[in-house]
């Protein structure tokens, strides 16, 4: 089929039909059928020449990766302790070194990884699809599927709280103070892997959310533009994300997690909720976001109309603070802050607040309408003389006596 360099009008008007269609596939919160999961991962292992492995369902990524990483090392640790210890005692330099091989229990005890992701990249089904300035735009229009900007939320949060409880099953161990020093050196071998590890795995996971955007492009090629392609095949892939949550496939066990309980948005599609998780699943395992910032629970769990403006004092994230400033307001953080009145213009004052809120210390402009007594608050830039030297870097450079109406 030769190439298409521009749709025509009725096929640019099922872009958005398609994208909403994959959207809502890969941001699904229905509870998965275990056995249709089943019988769609045993089809794709098949289709590419694996035998059906071990399936284990899990209620979220976190106990996926807990199932993974934090049993098995804690199993590992088990049955290899004492060994390690004996040799970490007789060892040094390069031999030591040597040790970070017995901490690489995965494929030992699942197989190889296997990337679906690749394997749909890598098949006659791409092959099928020219390589035309048509498919880049396809892809720009469809790409607005993902709710996991890069993809990194759910890394960003299991890596931290693996690390953590494995470090306190580690010291949770009994033994001497001798075996303490070297479980300290155990550890950090431990954990050198376990980086490597966990990355590695979550990027080969198979994550609805993330590949239904190439399964989008490939479907309306197929259906809208009538690419010749194997059928069955694509719907390997299709079933893969319409039947199953996140997938971690390995040559001897396959891990299937169910979908969300929950997803939260704010009006631009980004993670969010108020008080409550963005991402939850049955388990309890829960992600808290603030119009796309991933929130710590302390926060989260928290409406920001109860937020206090003393967390600011002590919160040592800068985008942090840049939330919780966002969600308490100006006007709140002055009053419960004690701003400092430096100068007053007609109805616009100048305040400052000292407290080590910010990087830098916090100039605002306040602004009480005349007629209704709404009061606006706006920062401004630091180190103002004046509330009207504030009005004019507002009005960028416009001094406020040359407006008609003041609003």
């Known amino acids: 089929m030769s190439l298409i360099e521009n749709l025509t009008p009725e096929q640019e008007a099922l872009i958005p039909v398609y994208r909403e269609k994959w959207r809502a596939i890969a941001l699904s919160t229905e509870r998965i059928d275990r056995k249709k999961a089943s019988e769609a991962l045993k089809v794709a292992y098949t289709a590419f020449g694996f035998q059906d492995p071990e399936i284990i369902f899990c209620d979220s990524p976190y106990a996926a ?41 995965l494929p030992k005890l699942l197989g190889k990884q296997i990337d679906f992701f690749y394997q749909l990249m890598d098949s006659p089904i791409c092959e099928a699809i020219p390589d035309a300035k048509i498919y880049h735009c396809l892809y720009l229009e469809l790409d607005s599927i993902g709710w996991d900007y890069g993809h990194g939320l759910f890394y960003s949060h299991l890596m931290p709280e693996l690390i953590i409880k494995i470090y306190d099953k580690l010291h949770d161990q009994p033994g001497t103070k001798s075996h303490n020093r070297i479980r300290k050196r155990l550890w950090f071998f431990l954990i050198k892997s376990l980086h490597s590890h966990i990355g590695n795995v979550y990027w080969k996971s198979w994550q609805p959310d993330k590949n239904a955007t190439v399964v989008s ?3 309306f090629y197929f259906k809208v533009l009538n690419f010749n392609h194997d059928v069955k095949q694509f719907q390997y892939y299709q079933s893969l994300i319409t039947e199953c949550g996140w997938i971690f496939a390995f040559e001897k066990v396959a891990i299937i997690c169910d979908r969300p309980l929950h997803l939260r948005f704010d009006n631009e599609n980004r993670l969010h ?5 963005a991402i939850e699943f049955t388990d309890g395992y829960s992600l808290y976001s603030y119009h796309g910032v991933t929130l710590p629970e302390k926060y989260g769990k928290i409406h920001p109309q109860q937020w206090q403006a003393n967390w600011l004092l002590t919160e040592e994230n800068a985008e942090l603070r840049r ?9 709140r ?10 100068d007053t213009w007609q109805e616009y004052t100048l305040l400052k607040i000292d407290a080590d809120v910010d990087e830098e210390a916090i100039y605002l402009l306040k602004m009480t309408c005349p007629s209704t007594s709404f009061i606006h608050t706006l920062r401004v830039a630091p180190n103002m003389k004046s509330a009207r030297e504030a009005i004019r870097w507002v009005n960028w450079g416009v001094d406020p006596e040359t407006f008609g109406v003041q609003t």
Do not use: T, W
């Not at 302790?81 to 031999?95: A, D, M, Q, T, V």
């Not at 909720?273 to 998780?277: D, N, V």
């Open 273 to 277: 909720a108020e008080g409550e998780p």
């Open 65 to 105: 990766f807990s199932e993974m990483f934090l049993d098995k090392f804690n199993q590992l640790i088990q049955e290899l302790e004492f060994p390690i210890i004996s040799r970490l005692n007789k060892s040094s330099g390069s031999r030591i070194k040597k040790q970070q091989k017995l901490f690489q229990p």
């Open 333 to 342: 953080i002055c009053q419960e802050l004690q701003a400092i009145e430096l």
């Open 323 to 331: 939330v919780l400033i966002q969600g308490i307001g100006y006007a």
């Open 217 to 219: 492009v490939h479907d």
